[in-house]
C-alpha cells in the first residue's frame, strides 16, 4: 500500500514530495521523493496526550465554577456526575468521544482513567472496535494501574502516591500527575516521586524549571483548558528550553478532544514554532508511552493523517506545517492511516 503527496517528513516535517510505501505488517519501508500529482499532505497522525473522556456525560456542565469546583476529587462536579451515571452511559459517551478523535486523525490518547478497575473495564468497552488507542492511565487502586495501561495521579497535594508510583515502576509502566495547576505547591513533591511525565505545569518557579532540566522529564500542556479554568497559561518557551512538551486535551467537559484546536491555539497564542508544535502533537506524545508511531519514517508504524492539500482551506498554503498547525481541520481529512487499515473522513467506526 502507498500513499502520495506532500509528506511531512521525519523529526522536522520536512516537506516532500513523493509517497510513502507501507508493507503488509504495517510499518512505513519507504519514505520516496519523486514527482507525484496528488495535492494531499501527509503527516503522523496524532497523539493526545492528556485526556478525562468520561466527562462527555457532562460537556459544558459547570459554568462559572473554579477549577475546584468542577474536578476536584472526590466531590467536584464532574465526580458527582460520575457517580451517578452507569457504566454503559459512561461507555457510550466515551465513544463518541474517540469516534470524534478518530476521525479527526487521532491514533492514541493517554486517558487518565477514573473509577478504578472498572472505570478501565468501561474504557475497554467503549474503545472496542474502534481503531484509535485509548491507553488507560488509570487512578483509585494499584489494581486500577496493573489492569491498564499506567497510573495517573491528581496531583501530589491529594496523596503521597509513594506506594502507587513504586508499583507502578514495578510493572514497568508509566506514571504520570497532574503538577502546578493551580499554584505551585505541588511541583517539588510531584517532582520528588520521578514521574515518567507531568501534566499542566501552568505555575513553575526557577527552581522548578532547573529541576525539570536537570531530570528532563516531559510536560504535557493542555493550554484550552487553562484558559477555560482560569488558573493561567503554562510559560511554554521556558518549558521548551529544558525539557520534552506534549500536547493534551484534558477535560472533554470544557473542551472538545480535538488536537486541530487545541495546535491553532497554542500556535496563536505563544511563540513557539509551527514544527515544534506539531512535534507536541505527534511524537513527543507517542515518546511518551513508548508507541511506536509519530513520524513519518522507515520503520514506524504507519499511524498517518492524509489531509486534503486542494480543500478550500488549504490550497494555496505556501508553508504546509504552518497551515497544518495553524488552520487545518476535520473537514480537511481526508483519511486517517491505522497500519494497513484505514478510517475514510466521516467514519466513527470500522
Do not use: W
Not at 43 to 55: C, S, Y
Not at 177 to 200: C, M, R, T, W, Y
Amino acid at each position: 500500500m502507498e500513499r502520495t503527496g506532500t509528506i511531512l517528513r521525519g523529526r522536522e516535517f520536512e516537506p516532500v514530495e513523493g509517497r510513502v510505501v507501507i508493507g503488509d505488517d504495517g510499518r512505513i519501508e519507504a519514505v520516496e521523493e519523486t514527482a507525484v500529482e496528488s495535492d494531499d499532505i501527509i503527516l503522523p497522525a496524532f497523539v493526545n496526550a492528556h485526556t478525562h473522556i468520561g466527562d462527555s456525560i457532562a460537556k459544558e456542565a459547570g459554568g462559572g465554577l473554579s477549577l475546584e469546583e468542577l474536578v476536584a476529587p472526590p466531590d467536584g462536579l464532574k465526580h458527582r456526575l460520575l457517580r451517578a451515571a452507569s457504566q454503559d452511559e459512561l461507555a457510550a459517551a466515551m465513544r463518541r468521544s474517540l469516534g470524534f478523535m478518530q476521525r479527526g486523525g487521532t491514533a492514541a490518547c493517554l486517558e487518565f482513567r477514573e473509577g478504578g478497575v472498572e472505570g478501565v473495564r468501561t474504557l475497554e468497552r467503549a474503545v472496542e472496535g474502534l481503531s484509535i488507542d485509548a491507553l488507560s492511565f488509570a487512578r483509585g487502586s494499584i489494581d486500577a494501574m496493573h489492569a491498564g495501561d499506567g497510573f495517573g495521579a491528581s496531583g501530589a497535594n491529594d496523596d503521597s502516591f509513594d506506594r502507587e508510583r513504586t508499583a507502578t515502576r514495578k510493572a514497568g509502566k508509566p506514571f504520570g500527575i497532574h503538577a502546578g495547576e493551580v499554584d505551585s505547591s505541588d511541583i517539588n513533591p510531584a517532582l520528588d516521586l520521578d514521574p515518567d511525565f507531568l501534566v499542566h505545569m501552568v505555575h513553575p518557579e526557577p527552581v522548578h524549571l532547573d529541576r525539570l532540566a536537570d531530570s528532563e522529564i516531559p510536560v504535557v500542556v493542555c493550554p484550552r483548558s487553562n484558559l477555560v479554568t482560569d488558573v493561567g497559561l503554562s510559560p511554554y518557551a521556558e518549558l521548551n528550553e529544558r525539557t520534552t512538551l506534549a500536547l493534551g486535551t484534558d477535560n472533554v467537559m470544557l473542551n472538545s478532544p480535538s488536537m486541530f484546536r487545541e495546535m491553532e491555539f497554542l500556535a496563536k497564542l505563544s511563540e513557539l514554532p509551527a514544527p515544534e508544535i506539531l512535534r507536541m502533537a505527534t511524537v513527543n506524545g507517542a515518546e511518551i508511552a513508548d508507541l511506536e508511531y509519530g513520524l513519518v519514517e522507515p520503520g514506524r508504524e504507519a499511524r498517518l493523517l492524509v489531509l486534503d492539500g486542494d480543500s478550500d482551506n488549504l490550497a494555496g498554503a505556501r508553508d504546509p506545517v504552518r497551515a497544518v498547525v495553524r488552520r487545518a481541520g476535520v473537514d480537511d481529512v481526508r483519511e486517517v492511516l491505522y497500519g494497513t487499515g484505514a478510517t475514510a473522513a466521516g467514519d466513527g467506526d470500522r
